[in-house]
């Protein structure tokens, strides 16, 4: 610090550190995530062990500042990566909204330890009436081999309800970080954004073919609207 300030080049050099490098700190930070969650995961393998190497941050490969290595009853597993953070699922309702089907894109195919098998869907709802329990739910499916994208089919949803999903890759080592989190809208926010329920569709309700019956409720209401995705509205 010293020699550097006297040659008056400490500031220079400061700005040079990697730590002042944006991209640099952010592998890093990402790095350091993609890590916790893994160990979050998978800490309860008790014939498996990680250790964790720091070197040298190189420039322009800012994920070479540390490496994972994988011991299965003290062998070390060679060339074990954590799987990679998957894209976000693409998501729609069927059956009445029963039922979510969720696409993910499979992951380029590793062999030996990498290799990842399975695909595993979390999901909870994304708001619950405190007298509601809220449990994150899971399942897991084989990845489709020879195909772009896995399918997974889940039932049993409260209709009117948001869930909130996320996908992992799954190795016979453990889990990698889950996508971001992507919402399937249930029938009662999609009520929330209009300012009433027409029945079926437009053409019908302009003439005069509406919801009038008094014991209708307003998840009858919200159902028949659903059945109709040309609905924008609902009285």
């Keep these: 610090y010293i020699k550097e300030k006297k040659k008056g ?21 990402k790095l350091w995530r993609a890590y916790k969650k893994f160990f979050e995961f998978n800490s309860n ?8 190497s720091l ?11 540390a490496t994972l290595e994988l011991f299965v009853h003290g062998e070390k597993q060679e060339g074990f990566v954590i799987p990679l953070k998957p894209e976000n699922p693409s998501i729609c309702r069927k059956e009445n909204n029963k039922q979510i089907v969720v696409k993910v894109k499979n992951p ?13 869907v979390s999901y909870f709802l994304s708001e619950s009436h405190r007298l509601k329990k809220n449990v994150k739910l899971h399942k897991e499916q084989s990845i489709v ?31 990698g970080e889950p ?38 409720s307003i998840i009858d209401c919200a159902n028949l609207c659903a059945k109709n995705k040309s609905n924008i509205a609902w009285s």
Aim: negative net charge; contains cysteine.
């Design 145 to 175: 081999k020879n195909s772009r994208e896995t399918t997974i089919i889940i039932s049993n949803f409260e209709p009117e309800e948001t869930y909130n999903i996320t996908v992992s890759y799954v190795t016979a080592y453990g889990l």
């Design 179 to 216: 996508s971001e989190t992507v919402q399937s809208i249930g029938i009662l926010d999609i009520m929330r954004k209009t300012d009433g329920c027409i029945v079926d569709n437009d053409e019908k309700y302009k003439s005069g073919n509406s919801a009038t019956d008094s014991s209708v």
């Design 45 to 52: 393998k008790e014939d498996f062990s990680f250790h964790v």
């Design 108 to 120: 380029v195919q590793k062999e030996g330890p990498s290799g990842i098998n399975n695909i595993l």
């Design 55 to 65: 070197h040298p941050v190189m420039p322009h490969i800012p994920d070479s500042i």
């Design 9 to 29: 080049i400490y500031e220079e050099s400061r700005r040079k550190q990697w730590y002042n490098n944006n991209l640099q700190v952010g592998s890093i930070g």
